[in-house]
């Protein structure tokens, strides 16, 4: 799998994600030992949603987040974008809510149409981490809202032995005992070390025009929330 930084990879993440969409969930509950749930009631909490929001759920998978809007926020209108049809078929099932197999770097939404755009576990699988932030500040409204959950990669060392730890001996051992695919969790390892730390995309969002950006390491520490809004 290549990996953040190595060229075109869209079509090959979109493949893996197909192949591992019957195990998904259950591999997220396991390597989080559930904690994902709290994450993902965060992301949402910090987007400050009006009652009725037009929310965008991008990368969104089986749709764990787009269930938690409408959760949070039942007049809600909340769409769920993915490129990986496997994943939005079995999030479908489980929600019941309106999806749209795309490309998060163009988006058949338009311009300036959602009050906030939610991406949980999605930006380090994106080609381009620059066409996608541009692409999120173009379909949202003045003052709308970002929330980012991702597993960055660590700064500092107390935060990069946790990672070490958790990537190198968690991951792959839950990926073979779980999945048919564990080589798509040794992607998800090698991936970090690879992706853009925090910081990085905090100066990103902010030469975009992003303003209020502030991030927050959510327990147990290799989870973090980042907020942003355009002005």
């Given at each position: 799998m290549p990996l953040p930084g190595e060229g075109e990879r869209g079509a090959a993440v979109?493949?893996?994600?197909?192949?591992?969409?019957?195990?998904?969930?259950?591999?997220?509950?396991?390597?989080?030992?559930?904690?994902?749930?709290r994450w993902r009631r965060r992301l949402v909490r910090s987007l400050e949603l009006g009652p009725a929001p037009m929310v965008v759920d991008l990368c969104a998978g089986t749709m764990d987040v787009a269930a938690?809007?409408?959760?949070?926020?039942p007049q809600a209108r909340v769409v769920a974008a993915d490129f990986a049809r496997g994943m939005?078929?079995?999030?479908?099932?489980?929600?019941?809510?309106?999806?749209?197999?795309a490309d998060s770097l163009a988006?058949?939404?338009?311009?300036?149409?959602?009050?906030?755009?939610?991406?949980a576990f999605g930006v380090r699988n994106l080609e381009s981490l620059?066409?996608?932030?541009?692409?999120?500040?173009?379909?949202?409204?003045?003052g709308g809202s970002l929330g980012v959950l991702e597993f960055f990669r660590p700064e500092r060392?107390?935060?990069?032995?946790?990672?070490?730890?958790y990537d190198r001996a968690v991951v792959p051992l839950v990926?073979?005992?779980?999945?048919?695919?564990?080589?798509?969790?040794r992607y998800l390892a090698d991936s970090i070390g690879a992706f853009s730390s925090v910081g990085e995309l905090e100066a990103l969002l902010h030469d975009?025009?992003?303003?209020?950006?502030?991030?927050?390491?959510?327990?147990?520490?290799?989870?973090?929330?980042?907020?942003?809004?355009?002005?």
């Open positions: 979109r493949r893996m994600f197909d192949r591992v969409a019957p195990t998904y969930d259950l591999l997220n509950r396991v390597l989080a030992l559930r904690t994902d749930v938690e809007v409408r959760r949070q926020r939005l078929a079995r999030g479908r099932l489980k929600t019941g809510l309106p999806a749209v197999q988006l058949p939404v338009r311009t300036a149409s959602c009050d906030a755009v939610t991406v620059e066409r996608g932030v541009a692409e999120i500040a173009r379909v949202l409204v003045p060392a107390a935060a990069r032995l946790l990672h070490r730890l990926g073979r005992a779980v999945s048919r695919d564990p080589g798509a969790y975009a025009g992003f303003t209020a950006i502030a991030h927050r390491a959510l327990w147990p520490g290799v989870a973090t929330l980042v907020v942003a809004r355009r002005p």
